[in-house]
């Protein structure tokens, strides 16, 4: 093995498998993204703006992201509770990742659909 070469077989250890599965998912990226766009946001509103993801799916996903550090949850002591997300400073460290592979997807997609198209997969 290389000095600097990352072990891909050893799930638990690689960095890049380790970090894809968790915030590789359908929605975290999205939340991610979006969160990025806003200081803070409430739950209903990140829901709205995300449109296809259930309460559930949407809580779980914010779990994750705040267990490892890149979201935040605010709770407000008041009635109704009130409370809002935003990304940490990891997160936001993060954001620049994801909006490069977003503009390269934005770049790419018409033939990337394109291929797929020809190759018959989906």
Known sequence: MKKNEINFAEAESCPVRNILDRFGDK???LVILILGNYDKLRFNELQKMIGTVSQ???AVTLKKLEAD???TR???PQVPPKVEYSLTELGLSLLPK???LVQWANENMVEITEN???SGVK
Do not use: D, Q
């Open 116 to 118: 797929r198209s020809l």
């Open 74 to 76: 605010k709770v407000y």
């Open 27 to 29: 929605w975290s990226t």
């Open 69 to 71: 550090g890149l979201v």
């Open 98 to 100: 994801i909006e490069s």
């Open 56 to 58: 559930k799916m949407l």
